[in-house]
């Protein structure tokens, strides 16, 4: 998002970016023996972007992989996704895309190298999804970060239908209940069918289909075509 901007933001980011260049590279080691369906996409994306995102994609893949053959419960996946997507480096919208506001796929994210805070909501997202997680116990969430004064998007994951949902964050790599943080205010929520306007850290007030998001159905639309779109600027140099 554009107005990520702040100092304190940036300060995290930047400290972030640095452990992401040391400790990247031990999630591209090893190699793991993708499927017919999965090279087609690893040769598109090395064609696409380059030699580093293509390993970016078999270390992806060889996660959801793991994860299914070892058949981790929810609360593993949850973490195991959240950790892989956190070591990506953040860059906005307007650097990475050359756009004001783009909500990449998860190879478009992958493959660019970066992306702001949609970018590891919806990739997180849709590799729970991959991994077993119900619709049902997911939303992406707006929200405004408080301390900040930003606006933000979060994973959320809700246990059962009353329970207070945990956030996977970029910004706090912790997994959280909603309850433990403060500094975030919920605006709106959906997943792959509802809308939702959030009164407080529940579930909030259904406002109808997940269609009404033109952003979302664009995006869905994208990741069903698997179609790609190239970044303004090679993050990997």
Sequence with gaps: ??????????TVLLSLSC????LWPLYLSGEYQLNKQEMAQYKKAKSFYGERAGKRYRAWRRLIAEGKQKKWDEKTALKKVNRFF????FSNDPVVWGAKDYWATPLEFLGAGAGDCEDYSIAKYMS??????????MRLV?????SLNQFHMV???????????????????????ATKRKDLAPIYSFNGSYLWLMKAKGKGQLAGSASRLKRWTDLKKRFSSKSLRKPRVNMDG
């Design 1 to 10: 998002m554009t107005w990520l901007r702040g100092l304190a933001y940036k």
């Design 19 to 22: 452990t992401v260049l040391l």
């Design 86 to 89: 956190n070591w990506m480096q």
């Design 128 to 137: 729970l999804r991959e991994l077993g997680v119900p619709d049902k116990k």
């Design 142 to 146: 707006y929200v405004k970060a408080l």
């Design 155 to 177: 994973t959320a994951y809700y246990p059962t239908p009353t329970s207070v949902p945990l956030i996977l964050d970029n910004i706090d790599g912790e997994i959280k209940p």
